[in-house]
């Protein structure tokens, strides 16, 4: 057999699980320390988006146990509306599964892979399985599932399946147990479900740290962020791929009607606009279009007036909220002043509108002797490890 | 229909092409620049991984072209052994699947994710396929096969496939057109190909940039790297979830047998003794293994004697051709000396092996008023976007 014929005997499929197995520092589990805050944040995500989407005010407890040397139990427990029974493993026991992954919306976690990727770092470092509970409305009871993740199918692996009496109505427990090192200050879990509170000022959320002790960041406002709605791509920075596919796999006939029905911001005139500025024809299939069109297509969007992308996608916190988030959070600091929070007008990027707000607190008892502390998010996330100066 | 149950309707699975289509910035796509440096390593990698195994002197012929505005045609053909035509549309068209990714040994691109991600990156940006030749040396004729990937599937879509005639008696021709920015000096494709040619004095690299000026690296040495050989992983730096995984899917009947079969170092003497410290019986299943069980087990391998890893995994490129190779390519500098390159004892990191090797030049004609430039590799691959200062 030839050495070509040998090297194929070798080339497989490789499971998306065993992938990131391997290559944990991609989703962020590069260090002890930073696994932890990953952790927390991957469960706390889903309960805050969860709940949002459920439009109710969340009640999140996080709860984290030393189990041993180096090994910590992470517990997140949430009142949001809880899984469907037969979701419970997928959500989970399998990477690249979710909901928000498809849909342009603001929401916290939409890569399908959070949650499921801290089950897998907790079976990898310690090798135990994470325990769920999960209870809907609808349902009389609840339903434990403890799983793992079968790494070599990318598939849920239940190991027992329990209906149980919950006290909650409705809610959402995750259980993970993981390799792990706890700390305090800087980068910590404390400080993440901090800078958690301040931009979710809706959200209680308790704490209790390894020692036992409890804080608790209160509800600061009994107002629901606004609820989000899926739009549309807007024509702006679109990719020329992108663009391709979608016109290979719309229900539209004609090139001005895909315009107007696959796009935001394109009325039938603005298409007809476009289609001419790109010497098109406005009635062409879709579907015939050809590399260099598309392209010319692309130029002519930069050619026309478009509105800004509609804004009911994403749901900025607001000056109000800004500033009562960070009065609740930091208020103990006794800061000055509160400078009026910003809230900029929407730009679009890649298709993708998005908003940038700010907040600042200076004077008071906040420490003079300081440098500046920038605090960043997006989409209502700390972003822990890539702060400003 | 309760929240639960309608939330319940939007989970789904969501295909590895997608995820990083969206994402593309893990794969190092994140700039126009920086995508052209990664898809030329990642064609070059595996040119360089199927010379070595076949044990052929790697010709490697690198052509970049502008083919309009940031776009750009990337052109990688080597004298490798081929790929066998079925295997084809597999190795270019589907993410996660390659032939290195399982076996613990030194090779470059390992993750089955690198050329496919140039194939979908380019797909995404420029709308174009890309386009294979390849020949194995059975095989009477070459083929060339034209394909994008499905990324709804992850799945290779060939939209042409021709026996042709080709000049050569083996080897691979790969060409993608990608959206990118071509730029000379630092963090460039022609600095890349430089530092590659340093580490591999065995290859042979022409440069075509998109000005038509050709730039030959020659060969500096006839001498392969020596094969390496596949091993088990040692014992030191394993993970508890890997050992458990181990246990639990080995054919060995007792815990003893176990550990000398699938581990590298550990004598039939040694089990016995990792077996006592761990207050566990040496002919115990592997697969009754506890979760408790399994941390003593590991707690012991840090408590015997364990020699240190085999290196026939490794390829050092040693003191010879580490001077060969500065010398070939930045002789024209005329460094005034070449201190005696190093090449460590090997260590083990997470059960795989590793050597440390360097090498220094210094005066002459190197510029005396810049600061030391610290060229950085791993497993002979430039790392181009985390150098030293």
Same mark, same amino acid.
């Given at each position: 057999?030839?050495? !070509?014929?040998?090297?194929?005997?070798?080339?497989?499929?490789? @499971?998306?699980?065993?992938?990131?197995?391997?290559?944990?520092?991609?989703?962020?589990?590069? %260090?002890?320390?930073? !696994?932890?805050?990953?952790?927390?944040?991957?469960?706390?995500?889903?309960?805050?988006? *969860?709940?949002?989407?459920?439009? $109710?005010?969340?009640?999140?407890?996080?709860?984290?146990? %030393?189990?041993?040397?180096?090994?910590?139990?992470?517990?997140?427990?949430?009142?949001?509306?809880?899984?469907?029974?037969?979701?419970?493993?997928?959500?989970?026991?399998?990477?690249?599964?979710? %909901?928000?992954?498809?849909?342009?919306?603001?929401?916290?976690?939409?890569?399908?892979?959070?949650? %499921?990727?801290?089950?897998?770092?907790?079976?990898?470092?310690?090798?135990?399985?994470?325990?769920?509970?999960?209870?809907?409305?609808?349902?009389?009871?609840?339903?434990?599932?403890?799983?793992?993740?079968?790494?070599?199918?990318?598939?849920?692996?239940?190991?027992?399946?329990? +209906?149980?009496?919950?006290?909650?109505?409705?809610?959402?427990?995750?259980?993970?147990?993981?390799?792990?090192?706890?700390?305090?200050?800087?980068?910590?879990?404390?400080?993440?479900?901090?800078?958690?509170?301040?931009?979710?000022?809706? *959200?209680?959320?308790?704490?209790?740290?390894?020692?036992?002790?409890?804080?608790?960041?209160?509800? !600061?406002?009994?107002?629901?962020?606004?609820?989000?709605?899926?739009?549309?791509?807007? #024509?702006?920075? /679109?990719?020329?791929?992108?663009?391709?596919?979608?016109?290979?796999?719309?229900?539209?006939?004609?090139?001005?009607?895909?315009?107007?029905?696959?796009?935001?911001?394109?009325?039938?005139? $603005?298409?007809?606009?476009?289609? &001419?500025? *790109?010497?098109?024809?406005?009635?062409?299939?879709?579907?015939?279009?050809? /590399?260099?069109?598309? &392209?010319?297509?692309?130029?002519?969007?930069?050619?026309?007036?478009?509105?800004?992308? +509609?804004?009911?996608?994403? @749901?900025?916190?607001?000056? =109000?909220?800004?500033?009562?988030?960070?009065?609740?959070?930091?208020?103990?600091?006794?800061?000055?002043?509160?400078?009026?929070?910003?809230?900029?007008?929407? &730009?679009?990027?890649?298709? =993708?509108?998005?908003?940038?707000? !700010?907040?600042?607190?200076?004077?008071?008892?906040? #420490?003079?002797?300081?440098?500046?502390?920038?605090?960043?998010?997006?989409?209502?996330?700390?972003?822990?490890?890539?702060?400003?100066?």
């Amino acid at each position: 057999m030839g050495i !070509a014929h040998k090297m194929a005997k070798k080339q497989k499929e490789i @499971s998306i699980a065993e992938f990131f197995e391997k290559n944990k520092q991609i989703l962020g589990f590069d %260090s002890l320390t930073k !696994a932890m805050v990953v952790s927390v944040k991957e469960a706390v995500d889903n309960s805050l988006d *969860a709940c949002e989407e459920a439009r $109710i005010l969340p009640d999140i407890l996080v709860i984290v146990e %030393s189990v041993g040397k180096d090994e910590y139990r992470i517990i997140v427990e949430d009142n949001g509306p809880g899984i469907v029974r037969k979701n419970i493993p997928l959500v989970f026991g399998k990477l690249l599964y979710g %909901s928000r992954f498809h849909a342009i919306r603001q929401s916290r976690g939409q890569q399908g892979i959070g949650i %499921s990727a801290v089950v897998l770092y907790g079976q990898l470092t310690t090798g135990k399985p994470a325990r769920i509970i999960s209870k809907i409305r609808e349902d009389e009871v609840a339903y434990e599932v403890i799983l793992t993740i079968d790494t070599k199918k990318n598939e849920p692996k239940v190991i027992k399946e329990t +209906p149980i009496i919950w006290d909650r109505e409705e809610g959402t427990h995750v259980e993970v147990t993981i390799r792990g090192r706890y700390i305090r200050g800087k980068q910590s879990i404390l400080e993440y479900l901090q800078q958690t509170a301040i931009v979710n000022p809706h *959200a209680q959320i308790t704490f209790v740290d390894p020692d036992g002790r409890k804080i608790i960041f209160k509800r !600061a406002a009994d107002i629901l962020p606004q609820p989000t709605r899926e739009i549309k791509p807007h #024509p702006y920075g /679109i990719e020329l791929g992108q663009l391709l596919n979608m016109a290979r796999s719309t229900k539209a006939y004609r090139l001005t009607s895909f315009l107007t029905t696959e796009f935001s911001r394109v009325s039938p005139k $603005i298409a007809e606009e476009i289609c &001419k500025k *790109a010497y098109l024809y406005g009635d062409m299939r879709p579907k015939d279009l050809t /590399i260099e069109e598309a &392209k010319r297509l692309m130029e002519s969007f930069n050619k026309v007036k478009l509105m800004a992308p +509609p804004t009911d996608c994403l @749901s900025p916190i607001g000056e =109000n909220l800004i500033k009562k988030g960070l009065k609740n959070v930091l208020g103990s600091l006794k800061p000055g002043f509160y400078a009026r929070p910003i809230t900029r007008e929407p &730009k679009v990027y890649g298709g =993708n509108p998005f908003i940038v707000e !700010a907040g600042l607190v200076y004077g008071g008892e906040l #420490p003079k002797d300081q440098p500046v502390k920038i605090l960043r998010f997006a989409n209502r996330v700390p972003l822990l490890y890539q702060q400003g100066g």
